[in-house]
């Protein structure tokens, strides 16, 4: 229960001596250590919604994490394709587009005579993608940049500590990961025709342009101008 002053501390002798006051508030701190130090403590990774005797919300972490949010911007990823090979086509669209300038692309050309379908038909490739963790800030323009779905930072994980700044640099080895993608509108896949497959954005938002209303220009009307030949000197009458 919580406690209860007198109307006027002054005149009352035992708050005046500060020792039972004092003994109280020991109590209290004494009570709460021991239910939390032998009470039955709620692992939910919810905070809120723990219940039990045991009233320590600290997350005991690395054995207790935190669930996630959906979409949550972890660490970044290359997406492979299915035979392995990153998605990346070099265009250098996600380091132009990077505020931190964390981005660092090397390309490089398939060779044509290479039998592979996917190397038939894009013209680069990268031979070094590498990132610096310690400069992404974490906005995920990258991941929309990127025409080809080959980034993203769907990871759910946030990134590990290190003892070095080199080990916060991921080049493609530490990159490519993950479950492989597939797109129907992929240049390398066979399709029966050459007309445009159906696919769904994957975005939730509208993309930019779509749905828009053309709005026309207000007209401006010139003033009318009126030239008098009567007199001796032209003269010159503007009429709004």
């Not at 709460?32 to 039990?52: E, W």
């Not at 044509?112 to 590498?130: C, L, M, N």
């Not at 080895?173 to 993950?178: C, E």
């Amino acid at each position: 229960m919580s406690y209860q002053a007198s109307q006027n501390p002054r005149e009352d002798v035992r708050e005046r001596l500060y020792i039972p006051e004092l003994l109280k508030g020991l109590a209290i701190t004494t009570r709460h250590f021991l239910r939390n130090l032998f009470g039955t403590r709620d692992t939910n990774a919810s905070v809120v919604d723990r219940k039990g005797a045991n009233l320590v919300t600290t997350i005991q972490y690395p054995e207790e994490k935190v669930q996630y949010p959906e979409g949550y911007r972890g660490l970044h990823r290359l997406v492979p394709r299915e035979d392995g090979k990153p998605r990346c086509v070099a265009c250098y669209m996600c380091a132009t587009i990077c505020p931190a300038q964390c981005i660092y692309i090397e390309a490089g050309e398939y060779d044509p005579a290479d039998g592979a379908s996917e190397s038939r038909v894009i013209e680069k490739y990268p031979t070094a993608f590498v990132i610096d963790e310690l400069r992404c800030i974490v906005c995920g323009l990258c991941v929309d940049a990127c025409p080809k779905d080959a980034i993203r930072m769907d990871t759910y994980a946030h990134t590990p500590s290190e003892y070095t700044r080199e080990g916060f640099v991921y080049d493609i080895p530490k990159l490519l990961k993950g479950p492989a993608v597939s797109h129907k509108s992929d240049p390398w896949n066979k399709r029966p025709g050459s007309d445009e497959p159906e696919r769904q954005h994957l975005e939730p938002h509208v993309r930019v342009g779509e749905g828009l209303v053309q709005l026309k220009a207000p007209e401006h009307h010139s003033p009318k101008i009126i030239v008098s030949t009567d007199q001796p000197v032209p003269v010159v009458k503007f009429i709004k």
